[in-house]
């Protein structure tokens, strides 16, 4: 069946250090790909999404680009700031009608000053 | 745009008592979600709903657990009887029947039973 895997955390990082957090993913046919944010006490919020292969999603400074060859969606930031710290979910959906989202376990990041 | 509304944010209760939680989503979607959120288990999918329909429920915890969505405006999660090992944060989504929208979330019920 379709699954996202997420690297695990928590991701401890300085302010201004470079961020990548690894996404891949299963799935048939071609899926969306998502990634969500939840900063401590909110709901989950979309970040950054890519409908189709090649496609690079941005938001807020982090990018994340639609890879089908090796089936992932990692997520990049240049310069992390504390404000940036939260959970980090990446997420599918089939589509074709079936708009259930299968999520990654998320990962947890830390910024310190 | 008014966001998915949730109500209560936050609900103490005992065990055995009948909880009801409350959704509204995003005006014009036409798929609803409920999730459940622990530490130990993580974000987990309990039921969604298309045009108000039930399309899956089978993450739905047990019969204790029922949802409805009696209009496309309104919809409800309860538990009854509650029990200790509910307590989570509840949360609703909504999202368009279109490929790649995406599901814009509420802000959670905190659900604590004692």
């Known amino acids: 069946g379709d699954s996202v895997t997420q690297m695990e955390g928590p991701v401890t990082l300085s302010e201004e250090a470079f961020l990548t957090i690894n996404c891949t993913y299963t799935?048939?046919?071609?899926?969306?790909l998502f990634w969500y944010v939840q900063y401590p006490g909110e709901g989950l919020q979309l970040l950054l999404k890519a409908t189709k292969a090649d496609d690079k999603g941005s938001n807020k400074g982090f990018e994340a680009t639609y890879r089908k060859e090796t089936t992932s969606f990692h997520l990049e930031k240049g310069s992390v700031q504390v404000s940036d710290s939260a959970v980090y979910f990446c997420?599918?959906?089939?589509?074709?009608?079936?708009?259930?989202?299968?999520f990654g376990a998320g990962t947890r990041l830390a910024v310190h000053p | 745009d008014a966001g998915v509304i949730q109500s209560p944010r936050h609900e103490v209760t005992e065990m055995g008592q009948e909880v009801t939680l409350r959704c509204k989503p995003i005006?014009?979607?036409?798929?609803l979600f409920w999730y459940r959120q622990t530490m130990m288990r993580g974000l987990e999918l309990l039921i969604y709903?298309?045009?108000?329909?039930?399309?899956?429920d089978s993450g739905m915890p047990e019969d204790r657990f029922s949802a409805k969505m009696p209009n496309a405006s309104f919809s409800t999660l309860k538990i009854q009887p509650s029990e200790p090992r509910d307590s989570a944060v509840y949360f609703c989504a909504s999202s368009l029947d279109r490929d790649g929208q995406p599901q814009h979330f509420g802000d959670g019920t905190r659900l604590s039973i004692l």
């Open positions: 997420a599918l959906t089939r589509g074709g009608g079936y708009n259930k989202l299968i």
């Open positions: 799935a048939t046919g071609y899926p969306s």
């Open positions: 709903f298309n045009n108000n329909v039930p399309i899956d």
């Open positions: 005006s014009g979607h036409d798929y």
